[in-house]
DNA sequence: TGGAAGTCGTTCAGATTTGAACATCACCTT
DNA sequence: AAGGTGATGTTCAAATCTGAACGACTTCCA
C-alpha cells in the first residue's frame, strides 16, 4: 500500500500545483485547461459534450457547468450537432486557441519540472505503459 | 505527455472508483476514509489539525469541514492540544476505528484490483520509487 | 519583559462538483 | 408507422472545496 499512498499523495500534490500556476498564468482552473486542451486536438476543435466528457473524465453536469464558464469567457462556443438534434458541440473558438497556445507551454514546463523530468528512463517507461493498461482497464469496465 | 495524460485519467478514474465503492459500503468520501486511516496510524490515534492536513494533502479549511462532519458521524472527536492551547487534536473514537477495520478490506481490495495487482512487479517497483521521489520533492517546494 | 512576527484552527462567501430528475430526441422492434 | 427503450444535455439542490480574513495563541528577539 506504500506504493498506492505516493501515489495518492503525489496525484493531489501535483493537482494543486497545477491548480495554482494555471490560474495565476491565465486565470484558468486545471479542468478548463484539460477541455481546451482536448478540443484543440479534436478534428474541428470540436467535440460532442458527452465525449468530451469522458475524454476529461468529468462528469456530464460538472461539464456542462464548465463549458458555460469557458463560453462567457469566449474561449468556447457550443453548436447544434448536425447528426443529432440532441447533441451539442463545443467548439474551440480561436480565442481558445491562442489563450491554450499562450498557456500550455508553462503548463507543460510544470509537469515536467516537477514529474516527468524526475524519473529514470526506466521509471517512465514503466509507469506510462502500467498508466495506459490501468486507464484501459477502468475505461472498460464502466 | 502522454504518460501525463495517463496518470492523470488513472488517477481521476481510480478516484471515481474508489469514492463509489466507499459510498455504497459504509457512506464514506474517500478524503474522510484518509482521514481515519492516517489517524488509526497516528500515536494514540490522534493528530494535529495542520499535520494531518498536510498527511491527507488537504487546504486546513477542508479538514475543518471534514473533520466536523467526522465529529458528527461520531467517529471522530476532537480536543484541545496540551501543549499549545491554539492546537487542536483529531482523536480516532472507538467507532471510527471499527468503521474503519470493516471498511478497510473493501477499499483495499478496489485499489488492488484496479491498480496494484494489474502491474508487474518491475513497474510496480519503478512506480512506488518514482512516487516516493516526486511526493518528496512536491513536498520540499511547498 | 514587551511586543513583533508567525502559527493555529475557524469562519465566511463564492466557486465547483455530485447525483438524481427531467425533457428532448434517436433508434429499434413490431 | 407507433411505442418502448435508451441516449443526450441541462437543471436543481445539496455537498464540498477554495482562499482570504480573522481572533487566539506562541515564539523569539531586543
Given at each position: 500500500?506504500a506504493?498506492?499512498?505516493?501515489?495518492?499523495?503525489t496525484?493531489h500534490?501535483?493537482?494543486?500545483?497545477?491548480?495554482?500556476?494555471?490560474?495565476?498564468?491565465?486565470?484558468?482552473?486545471?479542468?478548463?485547461?484539460?477541455?481546451?486542451?482536448?478540443?484543440?486536438e479534436?478534428?474541428?476543435?470540436?467535440?460532442?459534450?458527452?465525449?468530451?466528457?469522458?475524454?476529461?473524465?468529468?462528469?456530464?453536469?460538472?461539464?456542462?457547468?464548465?463549458?458555460?464558464?469557458?463560453?462567457?469567457?469566449?474561449?468556447?462556443?457550443?453548436?447544434?450537432?448536425?447528426?443529432?438534434?440532441?447533441?451539442?458541440?463545443?467548439?474551440l473558438?480561436?480565442?481558445?486557441?491562442?489563450?491554450?497556445?499562450?498557456?500550455?507551454?508553462?503548463h507543460?514546463?510544470?509537469?515536467?519540472?516537477?514529474?516527468?523530468?524526475?524519473?529514470?528512463?526506466?521509471?517512465?517507461?514503466?509507469?506510462?505503459?502500467?498508466?495506459?493498461r490501468?486507464?484501459?482497464?477502468?475505461?472498460?469496465?464502466a
Open positions: 500500500m506504493a498506492w499512498r505516493a501515489f495518492l499523495s496525484s500534490l501535483l493537482e494543486r500545483r497545477i491548480e495554482e500556476q494555471l490560474k495565476a498564468s491565465a486565470g484558468l482552473t486545471h479542468p478548463q485547461y484539460e477541455i481546451l486542451a482536448r478540443l484543440a479534436a478534428p474541428g476543435r470540436q467535440m460532442r459534450m458527452t465525449e468530451l466528457a469522458k475524454g476529461v473524465v468529468a462528469s456530464k453536469s460538472a461539464l456542462t457547468y464548465q463549458i458555460t464558464q469557458l463560453e462567457k469567457a469566449g474561449l468556447v462556443e457550443r453548436a447544434t450537432c448536425p447528426s443529432d438534434d440532441r447533441g451539442v458541440l463545443a467548439v473558438t480561436e480565442a481558445g486557441a491562442r489563450c491554450l497556445a499562450r498557456v500550455a507551454p508553462g507543460v514546463e510544470v509537469v515536467r519540472a516537477y514529474l516527468i523530468d524526475r524519473l529514470t528512463r526506466e521509471e517512465l517507461h514503466a509507469m506510462t505503459s502500467a498508466m495506459l490501468t486507464e484501459q482497464a477502468l475505461r472498460a469496465t
